[in-house]
């Protein structure tokens, strides 16, 4: 568990989390994820390790800020590596007062995720909407930013398919939960990157 500060909000706290889960396919696993949270700055959030995730906690683009670097931290040339990532703001039940919000929005990763973002991913999503009857059409303008960021998404069952590099992927990510924060109360995005997947094949022409 994190030894920072618990700083304690007022009441109605702005809180985003996001817990990341890192696999990398490879023995010696477990040193690739223990380095890559080595040399991830997280002073900008609440951080809390488990046996099944890195949890970060705080204001949304510091959060992201964490979860994006975690994976870059973790990218390996040869290695394939898949990320879960889930991010989430305004569960009722999200009240706890283990987060640093005072309006900044630190990025103390920003700089270094986009020098060593430019590695080519793949990424399925889904966005959820909780509480607002018009859950589709702002499920489709989040879908739409990811068109704006150059990863020409694509429908798939219960998912959409993106493409691009890291650096892009993230930024899109920032986007999408800006756009959210200012028009949504409660909402989920659940993402899986993957990196050096081999099973990852050219599309061949059909004769």
Not at 120 to 127: A, I, P, Q
Not at 151 to 161: D, E, G, N
Not at 191 to 201: E, F, L, R, W
């Amino acid at each position: 568990m994190s030894n920072k500060p618990i700083v304690c909000a007022k009441d109605g706290i702005d809180i985003t989390g996001c817990r990341v889960s890192l696999y990398p396919m490879k023995d010696h696993f477990a040193q690739q994820i223990l380095t890559s949270i080595e040399k991830t700055n997280t002073s900008a959030v609440w951080q809390q390790t488990d046996l099944f995730s890195t949890l970060f906690r705080g204001e949304a683009p510091s959060v992201l800020d964490a979860a994006a670097a975690l994976f870059i931290n973790a990218y390996e040339s040869k290695t394939h590596l898949v990320g879960e990532f889930t991010f989430s703001k305004g569960c009722p039940g999200d009240t706890a007062g283990d987060t640093f919000l005072n309006g900044e929005q630190v990025q103390p990763n920003k700089g270094k995720n986009l020098a060593n973002g430019d590695f080519l991913v793949d990424c399925k999503y889904s966005f959820y909407v909780f509480g607002e009857n018009h859950y589709m059409e702002e499920i489709a303008t989040i879908v739409q930013l990811a068109e704006t960021h150059g990863l020409s998404p694509r429908s798939a069952h219960y998912v959409t398919m993106l493409t691009g590099s890291a650096s892009q992927l993230f930024a899109y990510f920032e986007a999408a939960l800006a756009y959210a924060h200012d028009h949504l109360p409660h909402y989920v995005l659940e993402a899986t990157v993957s990196v050096n997947s081999p099973s990852k094949k050219e599309a061949m022409p059909h004769d």
